[in-house]
């Protein structure tokens, strides 16, 4: 099969679909499935023009220009590449889904959309999302051949507007950790993800700022890529709270130094008020890092409270400290525990039998074209 994988940013940028769309590259390039990736020109908030086509291990990467609205990318050289693959997959539900389903009389070629959240990953223009989501979309997606909801939130998300829609959770590549040398430090916390404004990062700090008044041992490092420009915000909150010899921000210059991190953390933590998966989490908790996830339904799908991690609020940052300081103060054998639970759940979430289902999907798709 030749599959074209579409979707707003890829390598170099940095995120979750774009970890999710090279890991299902790199799979079906072993399967000797051919495939590409179309994407935008520049990353998220740069103004940085990136090579019109480049190879990321084997992968044939094709970047096309596009007219910026900022919540929506309008980018119709997309269109040119439809005609040599069998399938298109787009990641993402904005202007490449829309435009692809509206000229899929003239492309016909199946088109499959995977979910991500939907849109809703921050509450700006609420109304214009709500409309464009429940209204729009809701004839549009009439014209997919598969939705796939990659997360069992996106499902109860996605089921409420197309009939078309089944649950296909995303694997999670556990490769680049299978060497890494575990040296966990006490008390070491890890936080790792994009600098944007659902991870709400400032309720980190804010509730570290109370764990550190009383503990002044304790580690936090917040590790990923700033394109958003927040990271001077945040930096000026640790120095306000006199936090600058515990709570560090850093910017990854490779995988090795992002390894790194997770090598020496006892814990990792995330307040994000939305997510429509959790990679990182669980990229952790195959480690036997101990999650400690803020109170939304995505991270609930993954984590049992007090079973293999800890649910908590991170809005509440006060109840919050008082509650991660009791698990810090856990006995070793129940820290244990819920260690070896993380890693259990983590194994759940491996591609190998994830991207089984994936094929099929493609397969089947194929078949009706």
């Not at 050289?77 to 490449?96: R, S």
């Amino acid at each position: 099969m030749k599959i074209l994988h579409v979707t707003n940013h890829f390598w170099p940028c940095v995120g979750g679909i774009e970890k999710v769309v090279e890991d299902i590259s790199t799979l079906l390039l072993e399967k000797n499935h051919y495939c590409e990736v179309v994407c935008l020109n520049k990353c998220s908030k740069s103004n940085v023009l990136l090579k019109e086509k480049e190879v990321l291990k084997k992968i044939q990467i094709n970047r096309i220009p596009f007219i910026d609205l900022k919540y929506y990318k309008i980018a119709p050289k997309v269109f040119g590449f439809a005609k040599k693959f069998d399938i298109l997959h787009v990641h993402g539900i904005g202007f490449f889904s829309d435009f692809l389903l509206l000229t899929k009389f003239l492309h016909k070629k199946p088109v499959i959309i995977s979910s991500y959240g939907g849109i809703f990953h921050t509450k700006n223009i609420g109304i214009v999302k709500w409309a464009y989501f429940y209204l729009w979309n809701r004839f549009l997606l009439n014209f997919a051949d598969k939705i796939i909801a990659i997360s069992k939130n996106d499902f109860d998300l996605v089921k409420k507007i197309s009939k078309k829609t089944f649950l296909c959770e995303i694997g999670v590549g556990f490769e680049a950790f299978e060497n890494i040398n575990v040296r966990r430090e006490k008390n070491c916390f890890l936080f790792v993800g994009r600098f944007a404004k659902n991870k709400k990062i400032e309720n980190l700090i804010e509730t570290f700022s109370k764990i550190i008044s009383r503990n002044e041992k304790v580690k936090l490092y917040i590790v990923g890529k700033d394109e958003l420009n927040n990271r001077q915000k945040f930096e000026q909150q640790i120095n306000s709270k006199n936090l600058e010899k515990n709570v560090f921000i850093i910017n990854p210059l490779d995988e090795k130094e992002l390894l790194d991190y997770f090598s020496k953390a006892e814990f990792f933590v995330s307040a994000s008020d939305f997510e429509s998966f959790g990679i990182s989490a669980v990229e952790a908790m195959h480690l036997g890092i101990i999650p400690i996830l803020n109170d939304i339904k995505s991270f609930g799908n993954i984590v049992e409270n007090a079973k293999n991690g800890f649910i908590v609020n991170f809005s509440a940052p006060d109840a919050t400290a008082e509650k991660i300081i009791e698990i810090m103060n856990l006995p070793k054998n129940e820290k244990n525990a819920v260690s070896f639970a993380a890693k259990k759940t983590a194994r759940l979430f491996q591609w190998s039998e994830k991207f089984k289902q994936l094929e099929q999907i493609y397969l089947q798709a194929s078949k009706k074209n």
